[in-house]
């Protein structure tokens, strides 16, 4: 797996389930960030030349080379709209998200 | 060092796993960027250090860990100390292929942890010291730091009637590092990314201390838009106020030496930091930029 995947978190009942030093396992996510987005970006797949400027740039690595050119991981997308601006062919865009 | 044994990194060869992944950065964050990239050259045998600061706040959330590779969080004046201990560690486990890497902030380098730079560099221990400069001790409320340029509106430094907000000018961190005579140094920009990586893979090939100076932009701290944030770090080069440059086997070597400059007073109205600043302060930085390239043109070549 290139991305760690959300695991479900158990909170502790008993101080034996807590972490006995301040070591802990790497790319453990446990939260998604999709909640602080407004906008959405969307890849308009025909535009796409698969240039692979919006995989370089993202600040969050939410986009990935997949079998049909690139797509976005919506779990950990903010939503800061870097990959829309820095495209060369415009084809993402910043749909407004519904509710 | 033999540069042209060193293969190229892009796109398209860069590796697809991510080890910077599910941070809490807020959103556009050029810092994060970054952090990631500079992993993904890395790779998994890497060791991160991180001093108090936004990549350690943001990283490092209990029961949270974005990291996917190997990291800490050290003191903050003791970052490349602490990256010391870790490759002298590996060095007597007998445990090899290994990379150690600090990622530390402006004021984490050129302020609080200068002395610990200086201590390693000074002892050529293998490791790769990346300084993420957004112009401001962004984590804990936008304070000046050494590395603020002139006329920056921050909470420590406010404009008003008397001042144009920050009235010193950007420390040379580049040429103070270089000073040491360090094995390879160099200044990079989240706006051109491709630059940075392949920085960041010749330090990996150093066989000493390495150091990579990278202009990260912060939305939050520069009131600028999400959207915007690599844009404007390729536009502070372009504009001369940062400068994309190398320093290896006791040479200065300037990597983008542009033509004609584009305006500053379209980069600086773009941000909320400067919007105070008057056509004669503008003046001032457009003059400190012409004097600082006339220099580098002179002596870098």
Known sequence: MNRPKVTEFKKAKHINDYPTGPGFQGGHLVDKNAGWRTFRPVIDKDACVNCLICYMICPDGTIYKSDDKVDIDYDFCKGCGVCANGCNVNAIKMVKEEL | ?301
């Open chain 2, 1 to 301: 060092m033999d540069n042209t044994a060193i293969k190229k990194i892009n796109a398209k060869n860069i590796t697809d796993k991510e080890y910077f992944y599910g941070h809490k950065a807020c959103a556009g964050c050029g810092g994060s960027l970054a952090v990631r990239q500079a992993l993904k050259v890395l790779g998994d045998r890497s060791y991160s250090v991180l001093p108090a600061g936004c990549m350690a706040a943001v990283g490092f959330i209990y029961p949270q860990m974005a990291f996917n590779s190997n990291a800490v969080i050290s003191m903050f004046p003791g970052s490349a100390s602490m990256a010391s201990g870790i490759t002298a560690g590996n060095k007597a486990l007998g445990v090899e292929d290994t990379h150690t890497v600090v990622f530390a902030g402006d004021g984490g380098t050129a302020d609080i942890g200068l002395q610990a730079l200086s201590g390693a560099i000074d002892r050529d221990d293998k490791l790769i010291y990346i300084c993420y400069d957004n112009e401001a001790y962004m984590n804990t409320g936008i304070q000046k730091s050494g590395l603020t340029p002139f006329g920056t509106k921050t909470t420590t430094t406010p404009a008003g009637k008397n001042l144009p907000g920050s009235i010193t000018e950007k420390k040379n961190l580049f040429e103070i590092v270089a000073a040491h005579d360090i094995k390879y140094a160099a200044t990079a920009s989240i706006g051109y990314i491709n630059d940075f990586i392949n920085k960041v893979n010749k330090a990996k090939q150093v066989d000493g201390t390495s150091f990579i100076h990278v202009y990260a932009s912060c939305p939050t701290g520069w009131g600028t838009p999400t959207e915007t944030s690599v844009e404007i770090a390729k536009e502070a080069v372009d504009c001369g106020l940062w400068y994309l440059a190398e320093y290896e086997n006791g040479e200065f070597k300037l990597n983008r030496n542009p033509k004609e400059f584009k305006s500053i007073p379209e980069y600086i109205k773009k941000q909320g930091r400067f919007k105070h600043l008057t056509d004669d302060q503008i003046k001032h930085i457009e003059a400190a930029r012409d004097k600082k390239w006339a220099r580098i043109r002179k002596n870098w070549g």
